[in-house]
């Protein structure tokens, strides 16, 4: 009994030990995971532990399937290093074994989604001692930058359903981004009042597309509020961030309240403005119907805006402006008050006025008027007086004319009107030339005649010479001063003319005396001419005579001895005689003997 207590002992301490030294020999350990992009080169280090040499280490690597197998890839011993075929791997890896520092690196390049799996170290001792270890392989896709799209409608506030706001998009990211909504850098969690509905897309690549949308029960606060989107997403060692941008949706709330005002003109108003009103609730729903009201008269809004074009004072008073929602047929009034000012015509009286010279006049100048006005005479531009009423002493022909009464409003600019006031100061001709006028004009001309003549009545001009003879008037113009009259009298010789004026307070007359120059010159001219041509017929006749002009026959040699005498004769012949007197060069008489 004791012999075979001691051998089953012993035996018992053997196994023992061979069970210790078996699990002591290879020991393996690995990282949990690895984390890669999409498309990069992934390293998994298996660290083993083992009293044999690598000699005596056999190493494998597995992937493990999804349902859950597991897939030899590679095989190394002391003999041989094995890739194995038709893998998902086989053209893609490269173990390195590193003795000294007990290390197996498995290396993938050209990392794909479906890569993402469990892989296994297996590493196995002549001894039987064997031992594993897992790695996860992890890969990562950058998402593409999310876009956002609000509504292009807008939402009312008093909708009772959840109104959507907007969408968000994330495409392409590897594992699936999430989509946050914000309204104003608040996140919004769903509720009662906010919705968030995600959906996810796989696409054909393995990459996944998220979108989400919004919805909310609007409020009228949410007019100014800024909606956005911001997308995490997890890539190799952390989380990343990105957001979209900024959106705002146009919400639509009924009006409390209603104000109307006159947009222009601004100050006060007068007759023949525009007044253009301005109506506006503090709501803005498309369904509200704007109309002004006066009295009886209804105007529609268009744009919140109306113009009254060329007011008159019957448009003063209460303006209502009422707005009525269409949807809820709520209705609010908002008013204001509106005056236009006035100013009737100025009005003078009297209009026409007739005094005598000498005499006094007096004239007033009155305008109606909503406000306080200022009044001016004026006579060709002049200024003659302030106030209301116009008094000239002593009237002469200077204050004859037209005076112009101009009534404005100083607190208005253009608020003008104006009235005329014609006056007529009677009176006996009186001549605005020189009464008298003295002149010379050549002979065979045409002289223009004009005098300038007033009083009241218009005097009756006529033109006469000085031997009574009327002159036909070229022109007769009456003025606001007078009358002006022109003739044109033909030059022959002195001539003295009149200019007669007469009315039923008297007459008077202005003269104008021409003298003609040039009739004494034409007269000696004439004269020397006649005993020029006298001369010249006695010279002929006294060469006749003596035979020097070709046709009489008794002609005398041209070479005979000139006579001692060189008096030069002239035969003069009166018209009832045949006699002949001879004359020498100093009027002596010659017998005719010498002829």
Not at 358 to 384: I, M, V
Request: hydrophobic letters at 40%; a negative charge; glycine letters at 6%.
């Amino acid at each position: 009994m004791d012999a075979r207590l001691s051998a089953s002992l012993l035996a018992g301490l053997v196994l023992l030990l061979h069970g210790f030294t078996a699990w002591a020999i290879v020991e393996v350990s690995m990282e949990d995971r690895v984390e890669v992009f999409k498309g990069d080169t992934a390293q998994m280090t298996c660290m083993f532990t083992s009293d044999d040499g690598i000699g005596a280490l056999t190493i494998q690597w597995f992937y493990v399937l999804r349902t859950g197998e597991k897939q030899k890839i590679y095989y190394q011993d002391a003999t041989m290093q094995v890739v194995d075929r038709a893998t998902p791997f086989t053209d893609r890896i490269m173990v390195n074994v590193t003795a000294a520092t007990g290390e197996v690196v498995l290396t993938i390049t050209d990392v794909q989604l479906k890569d993402q799996l469990e892989f296994i170290c297996l590493v196995k001792s002549l001894t039987d001692g064997v031992s594993e270890g897992r790695t996860k392989l992890l890969v990562f896709e950058r998402p593409d930058f999310p876009t956002i799209e609000g509504v292009q409608t807008g939402i009312y506030v008093h909708e009772e359903m959840l109104s959507k706001i907007g969408s968000c998009e994330v495409k392409n990211g590897f594992p699936k981004p999430n989509i946050t909504w914000y309204r104003n850098n608040a996140p919004l969690r769903a509720s009662d009042v906010v919705k968030v509905m995600p959906s996810t897309t796989t696409e054909s690549s393995g990459l996944f597309s998220v979108r989400s949308e919004l919805s909310l029960k609007v409020m009228k606060e949410d007019k100014d509020a800024q909606f956005y989107c911001e997308v995490t997403y997890l890539v190799p060692g952390g989380t990343r961030m990105t957001e979209t941008g900024r959106i705002n949706i146009t919400v639509y709330y009924p009006s409390t309240a209603v104000h109307v005002w006159v947009e222009s003109p601004k100050g006060k108003i007068k007759e023949g403005d525009s007044i253009m009103f301005n109506c506006h609730g503090n709501g803005n729903t498309p369904s509200s119907v704007y109309v002004i009201r006066h009295k009886d008269n209804e105007y529609a809004l268009e744009s919140n805006m109306f113009v009254l074009e060329n007011v008159t004072r019957l448009q003063s008073g209460h303006y209502e402006c009422i707005s009525m929602d269409m949807e809820t047929y709520e209705e609010l009034t908002g008013n204001t008050t509106v005056f236009v000012n006035y100013l009737d015509r100025a009005v003078v009286m009297p209009t026409v006025m007739e005094v005598a010279q000498g005499e006094k006049l007096t004239a007033t100048c009155n305008a109606l008027s909503s406000l306080q006005t200022h009044t001016a005479w004026f006579k060709e531009n002049r200024k003659l007086s302030v106030g209301h009423t116009l008094m000239v002493e002593g009237a002469t022909f200077d204050t004859a004319g037209i005076y112009r009464c101009v009534v404005t409003v100083p607190e208005i600019d253009g608020m003008e009107t104006m009235a005329t006031l014609r006056v007529n100061v009677k009176g006996a001709p009186e001549f605005m030339n020189p009464k008298h006028r003295v002149m010379e004009e050549s002979v065979a001309t045409t002289v223009d005649l004009s005098c300038h003549v007033r009083g009241f009545p218009a005097p009756s001009v006529i033109w006469t010479t000085s031997d009574g003879k009327v002159l036909k008037t070229t022109s007769q113009t009456e003025r606001e001063d007078g009358v002006h009259s022109m003739v044109s009298v033909e030059v022959t010789s002195d001539l003295t003319a009149f200019c007669n004026a007469s009315n039923e307070y008297g007459a008077d007359a202005a003269s104008f005396d021409i003298k003609a120059k040039g009739s004494g010159v034409i007269i000696a001219v004439i004269i020397i001419c006649i005993l020029l041509l006298a001369i010249l017929g006695s010279v002929l006749y006294f060469l006749y005579k003596k035979g020097k002009i070709c046709g009489r026959s008794g002609k005398r040699d041209l070479t005979k001895e000139k006579s001692s005498k060189d008096n030069i004769v002239v035969e003069m012949k009166s018209d009832n005689t045949e006699d002949a007197v001879l004359l020498g060069v100093n009027g002596e008489k010659l017998p005719p003997s010498n002829q």
